[in-house]
């Protein structure tokens, strides 16, 4: 259609490239996940890639001074969804986290990290440097940050909790909030540790305990990590060969379409195809930083500036979690994980990123 192609002729499509790049490994994998066979995750994963073309291309059609208009009822629209979950949510795997529409189950703190991101952006883009450091102006933010953070806590969720602070965290700092009230934050956490830890959840507590020793439950909660740490090192430096992973296909490794794909991946392409894959993560977000150091807003600049950080946190986090270098939080690995509402916020973010590269090139400055 004449005005799609208008419309991708106006940006900049490399972010766009590398995310579809990065779902096509993810179906490849998905698709020996399922034992050779594309009708239990591939299939429907390559619908949840056509869905989340949709959103991509009306994010991109439409200029950011609206969505930066309808930045705070957008963040308004994905707390009331969060509400609803904890009113009457699905329950799955001992956790209330979604609402089930029928064809898909929602995930609304999947939305909520772009929706908190763009009410942050919209909140900074009008401060200026002087205002940005003032105490009152910090406030606001935080209870932006906090009421969301609460309620995925509360479902429980810690790995979408710890990503909504981290890529808060990166918006300020990107805004120009002082080094130093993060110091003092991180050192009042400190402080309450022992009452932190007394609001955690059994399973939390012992997902630290694990990881600091996963030898402590080998077959039970340490069962994971060790799995984990044993597929990748059986892949050795050029893996097993497609469709060869013994640990994922003999179902020693859990999650394997999902938090620990990654680790398949790794079984089955070995030390080169784990390193592909993680240039392939970089090429991505170096798209996406350099589209954002040339948007001309500061919306613009900080929109896509901390989408692009929110994505490197997702891939940060599962690395480092199937290494066994971090507590299992329950991160998937974006654009390859299998997983419809990640997939769809996935490529908002992506639509957000082209929507900053047009506004780059069709006016110099609309706010």
Same mark, same amino acid.
């Given at each position: 259609?004449?005005?799609?192609?208008q419309?991708?002729?106006q940006v900049?499509l490399?972010p766009?490239v590398?995310?579809? +790049?990065?779902?096509?490994?993810?179906?490849?994998?998905l @698709?020996? +996940?399922?034992?050779g066979?594309? %009708?239990k995750?591939?299939?429907?994963?390559?619908l949840?890639i056509a869905l989340?073309?949709?959103p991509?291309?009306?994010?991109?059609?439409i200029?950011?001074?609206?969505?930066k208009h309808?930045a705070y009822?957008?963040?308004?629209v994905?707390l009331?969804?969060?509400?609803a979950?904890e009113v009457?949510g /699905?329950i799955g795997?001992?956790?209330q986290?979604?609402i089930?529409?029928? $064809?898909?189950?929602?995930?609304?703190?999947?939305? *909520?990290k772009?929706?908190l991101l763009?009410?942050?952006?919209r909140? @900074?883009c009008h401060l200026?440097?002087?205002?940005?450091?003032?105490?009152?102006?910090?406030?606001?933010?935080?209870?932006?940050?906090?009421m969301?953070?609460?309620?995925?806590?509360k479902?429980?969720?810690?790995?979408t909790?710890?990503?909504l602070?981290?890529?808060?965290?990166?918006?300020?700092?990107?805004a120009?909030?002082?080094?130093?009230?993060?110091l003092v934050?991180?050192?009042?956490m400190?402080?309450f540790?022992?009452?932190?830890?007394? /609001?955690? /959840?059994d399973?939390?507590?012992?997902?630290i305990e694990i990881?600091?020793?996963?030898?402590?439950?080998?077959?039970?909660?340490?069962? %994971?990590?060790?799995?984990?740490?044993i597929?990748?090192?059986?892949g050795g430096f050029?893996?097993k060969g497609?469709?060869?992973?013994?640990?994922?296909h003999?179902d020693?490794?859990?999650?394997?379409h999902t938090?620990?794909?990654?680790?398949m $991946?790794?079984?089955?392409?070995?030390?080169?195809?784990? $390193?592909?894959?993680?240039?392939?993560?970089g &090429?991505f977000?170096?798209?996406?930083?350099?589209?954002?150091f040339?948007?001309?807003t500061?919306?613009?600049?900080l929109?896509?500036?901390s989408?692009a950080?929110?994505?490197f946190?997702y891939? &940060?986090?599962?690395?480092? *979690?199937?290494?066994?270098m971090?507590p299992?939080?329950g991160v998937?690995?974006?654009?390859?994980s299998?997983?419809g509402?990640?997939?769809?916020?996935?490529?908002?973010i992506?639509?957000?990123?082209?929507a900053?590269?047009k506004?780059?090139?069709?006016?110099?400055?609309?706010?």
């Amino acid at each position: 259609m004449k005005w799609l192609r208008q419309t991708f002729q106006q940006v900049n499509l490399s972010p766009l490239v590398f995310a579809l +790049a990065l779902s096509l490994l993810g179906l490849i994998t998905l @698709y020996s +996940a399922s034992y050779g066979t594309a %009708h239990k995750w591939a299939s429907r994963q390559t619908l949840h890639i056509a869905l989340s073309l949709i959103p991509l291309i009306l994010i991109t059609k439409i200029e950011l001074r609206h969505f930066k208009h309808y930045a705070y009822p957008i963040y308004g629209v994905c707390l009331a969804l969060l509400l609803a979950v904890e009113v009457g949510g /699905h329950i799955g795997m001992g956790a209330q986290r979604w609402i089930n529409l029928g $064809f898909m189950k929602l995930q609304p703190s999947e939305l *909520m990290k772009i929706g908190l991101l763009l009410a942050l952006a919209r909140f @900074y883009c009008h401060l200026s440097l002087k205002e940005v450091k003032r105490f009152e102006n910090l406030l606001p933010p935080l209870l932006l940050i906090a009421m969301p953070t609460a309620l995925v806590l509360k479902q429980p969720d810690l790995g979408t909790a710890l990503l909504l602070l981290m890529s808060s965290a990166g918006i300020m700092l990107l805004a120009g909030v002082p080094l130093y009230y993060f110091l003092v934050a991180g050192g009042v956490m400190v402080a309450f540790v022992p009452l932190i830890k007394s /609001h955690l /959840h059994d399973y939390q507590l012992k997902r630290i305990e694990i990881f600091l020793n996963p030898e402590l439950d080998p077959l039970g909660k340490g069962y %994971h990590v060790m799995q984990s740490k044993i597929a990748l090192g059986s892949g050795g430096f050029w893996g097993k060969g497609y469709l060869q992973g013994t640990q994922a296909h003999l179902d020693f490794l859990p999650e394997k379409h999902t938090d620990f794909i990654f680790t398949m $991946f790794g079984e089955e392409f070995g030390f080169v195809g784990a $390193f592909i894959l993680i240039v392939l993560f970089g &090429f991505f977000l170096l798209s996406c930083f350099r589209t954002a150091f040339q948007a001309k807003t500061s919306f613009g600049k900080l929109l896509s500036f901390s989408l692009a950080l929110l994505v490197f946190f997702y891939v &940060f986090v599962n690395i480092a *979690m199937v290494a066994g270098m971090l507590p299992v939080v329950g991160v998937p690995l974006p654009f390859v994980s299998y997983g419809g509402t990640s997939m769809i916020s996935l490529f908002i973010i992506v639509g957000f990123v082209l929507a900053s590269s047009k506004e780059k090139k069709r006016r110099s400055n609309f706010e």
